[in-house]
């Protein structure tokens, strides 16, 4: 059974550009959250999409957006980056949410300059 | 005041050595969740549980849902078990579709 594939596993960005990172789940999983991890602030939670549908959200600007699509994969996108995007994004796919057990993506480590 | 709690924040083993790692939670909850991270940044999923105990090799994860607190024990510790592992609870509002972070403990075994 394939795991959780995040793509790309790196990015750099300049200020101001935007980012979109990938997230595809287990098979069979209708939930994606993802999550932001940095020194700082350790593993924030982002948003969770179950079934294409947006279910929670962190709190976060709204330069932060996803999506997800019929085949649960799910896209994040950033827009107008600023350095503090600077972090490891991780996504998390479970059959049901965060009661269910939750297998993780590698992360994409994205760098801002 | 976190949600969650976890101590140590820095441990340090020789090979061999048992190791407990502690979480504490200031919510009721269904359910926790032990996680390990090695360095390269990927999250791998070691325990989800309710009630109890449950072991895995030389894992064992307990919880006591009264006392709200939860211990990740383990046994005959290795270098290759060097990781942080951090422990996580649902939220318990709504669809409990997002998991609260405590801050890793940082695990470093030796020869």
């Known amino acids: 059974k394939a795991g959780v594939t995040q793509t790309p596993r790196y990015l750099i960005k300049t200020r101001g550009q935007q980012v979109t990172l990938s997230c595809s789940p287990i098979?069979?999983?209708?939930?994606v959250s993802w999550y932001q991890q940095t020194p700082g602030q350790g593993l924030q939670f982002l948003f969770e999409?179950?079934?294409?549908?947006?279910?929670n959200k962190g709190n976060f600007p709204g330069r932060f957006s996803g999506r997800q699509f019929s085949n649960s994969r799910s896209e994040m996108n950033v827009s107008t980056l600023e350095l503090g995007d600077s972090a490891l994004y991780l996504c998390?796919?479970?059959?049901?949410?965060?009661?269910?057990?939750?297998?993780f993506g590698q992360g994409t480590r994205l760098t801002v300059v | 005041k976190n949600e969650v709690e976890q101590s140590p924040q820095n441990l340090t083993a020789q090979e061999g050595e048992f190791i407990t790692i502690n979480c504490s939670y200031s919510?009721?909850?269904?359910?926790l969740h032990w996680l390990q991270q090695h360095p390269g940044g990927g999250i791998v999923s070691l325990f989800m549980?309710?009630?109890g105990k449950k072991k895995h090799g030389r894992l064992i994860a307990t919880i006591n849902i009264q006392e709200k607190h939860s211990s990740l024990h383990i046994t005959a510790s290795h270098p290759r078990d060097s990781a942080v592992y951090i422990c996580?609870?649902?939220?318990?509002?709504?669809?409990?579709?997002?998991?609260?972070f405590g801050t890793g403990t940082r695990l470093q075994v030796t020869l």
């Open positions: 999409y179950f079934s294409e549908t947006q279910r």
């Open positions: 998390a796919s479970s059959l049901a949410g965060a009661v269910t057990e939750a297998f």
């Open positions: 098979s069979g999983h209708r939930s």
């Open positions: 996580a609870v649902p939220s318990n509002t709504g669809t409990a579709s997002k998991l609260t």
């Open positions: 919510v009721g909850i269904s359910a």
């Open positions: 549980l309710s009630s």
